[in-house]
């Protein structure tokens, strides 16, 4: 059976077609000085022989594994700045190994809690997830997901008790929501020494001593220990993530307070501060 036509030479196109690869980017090789350009025939047009597609072979080989085209090019040269190339690049894909199995733990958790809840630590969606559908609002995930940020996940976990008796106790949630339209209405109409601004701000201890009161008696702080244990097991898991300490992320988060409002979170402050050192609770007007 006779053989089919075997060219002594190929254009460009051809070899680029046998090698997995494109006109090009062999041309690119040319360029940085990975493979020789070969003379050009009477068309003046490159031909490429035996020795320059197995040279192409090669470069297609390690380039699939992921060694950079200067590496490349070090190794044919002789040079071992290769075996620091493939450390490199085993250390970048261990790195990138890892960011894959979080990406499909997060998914996981994402299909199996739910979105946005899901989104957040395990730490914290572990303490919500049994709570019925609805129970929690968005801005109560949107106060945990700051939360998380400033504080990290067991802040956001301590916090999340707080979420939960508010799920579970009408009463404190009604009251919730009437303090936080009244703090809405803190707006740059009203001056920082209006009076309303003081009553708020002791309506607003009462309620969050009765709220701490509640949890105290909920037992939901039992297990602080065991939260301490879970945090570092994934103390690790936003690595990836820029870090910044809590007051630089506290400044760095803007928040639309008008004068009032910010005279309101300073009394607020000041009065629980007050609750905490000799157990008074401030009397609204």
């Not at 470069?59 to 040079?79: N, Q, V, Y």
């Not at 956001?156 to 009251?175: D, G, K, M, W, Y």
Request: with cysteine.
């Amino acid at each position: 059976m006779p053989l089919p036509a075997i060219p002594r030479r190929v254009k460009i196109g051809d070899a680029a077609a046998f090698a997995g690869t494109t006109p090009r980017a062999i041309r690119h090789y040319h360029a940085i000085g990975l493979l020789a350009e070969p003379e050009r025939g009477s068309d003046d047009r490159r031909r490429y022989g035996y020795d320059d597609m197995i040279r192409l072979l090669w470069i297609r080989k390690m380039a699939d594994a992921g060694i950079s085209l200067d590496d490349i090019r070090d190794g044919f040269e002789g040079a071992t700045g290769i075996e620091q190339s493939l450390a490199r690049l085993e250390e970048s894909l261990a790195s990138k190994a890892a960011a894959i199995e979080s990406q499909r733990a997060a998914v996981h958790r994402l299909r199996e809690v739910g979105s946005p809840l899901g989104l957040l630590s395990p730490l914290v969606s572990g303490r919500l997830r049994d709570l019925p559908p609805g129970a929690l609002r968005p801005a109560d995930l949107d106060t945990l997901l700051v939360t998380e940020r400033v504080f990290g996940p067991l802040g956001a976990a301590v916090q999340a008790n707080r979420f939960i008796v508010l799920a579970t106790r009408p009463e404190l949630r009604s009251e919730e929501d009437r303090l936080t339209e009244a703090e809405a209405a803190l707006d740059d109409t009203m001056s920082p020494d209006d009076p309303r601004v003081e009553d708020l701000a002791a309506q607003r201890c009462t309620h969050e001593t009765a709220l701490g009161a509640t949890i105290d008696r909920s037992g939901l702080d039992e297990d602080l220990d065991d939260l301490l244990d879970q945090e570092d097991e994934h103390a690790g898991e936003e690595e990836g993530e820029a870090r910044t300490s809590t007051m630089e992320a506290i400044v760095k988060m803007p928040y639309d307070f008008s004068p009032a409002r910010i005279r309101y979170e300073e009394r607020l402050i000041e009065l629980l501060h007050s609750v905490d050192q000799d157990g008074d609770i401030p009397r609204p007007r």
